[in-house]
């Protein structure tokens, strides 16, 4: 049986060091291999894209970010496996911040710069999504 999740990605861009927020995922009983990635997690019931990348984000980092500096990419990334298909709505977080306080499901952050994100990260589903990421943060901020 194929299971079905909605979930969110959120790329944080620092305006002020024009660098890329990446949490570290240890070895843990749902990864064997440790991991580079953006803020990631599920939407609970009843609760918009917009609503879970807020509450994400500060679950993650600490990071107090007001909804209207998440810009929303416009449709959902799909991600089909044997059991599990994934619905993920896309954001990417301003800030000018850089004070980040991680969960307890990361073990360390990192500021990357925008041309060594591809090479940090061991997704392709995150490679994928940080190239439509990447052509955002290029048009508008940099």
């Known amino acids: 049986m194929t299971r079905v999740k909605e979930s969110i990605e959120c790329w944080i861009f620092n ?11 240890p070895i843990s009983k749902d990864s064997s291999v440790p991991f580079w990635q953006p803020i990631t997690g599920g939407i609970e019931k009843n609760e918009s894209p917009l609503k879970a990348c807020s509450r994400e984000v500060v679950e993650e980092t600490g990071l107090i970010i007001n909804e ?38 990361h073990d360390e952050y990192k500021w990357v710069s925008p041309k060594n994100i591809s090479s940090s990260l061991y997704w392709d ?11 955002l943060i290029q048009s508008e901020y940099m």
């Open 125 to 135: 589903s995150n490679r994928e999504t940080w190239e439509k990421i990447q052509t």
């Open 68 to 105: 209207q500096d998440l810009i929303g990419w416009q449709g959902a990334i799909r991600i089909n496996t044997p059991t599990l298909n994934i619905k993920k709505s896309l954001f990417l977080g301003i800030i000018n911040d850089s004070e980040v306080i991680i969960s307890e499901e």
């Open 15 to 25: 305006r002020v060091t024009q660098k890329v927020l990446l949490l570290h995922v």
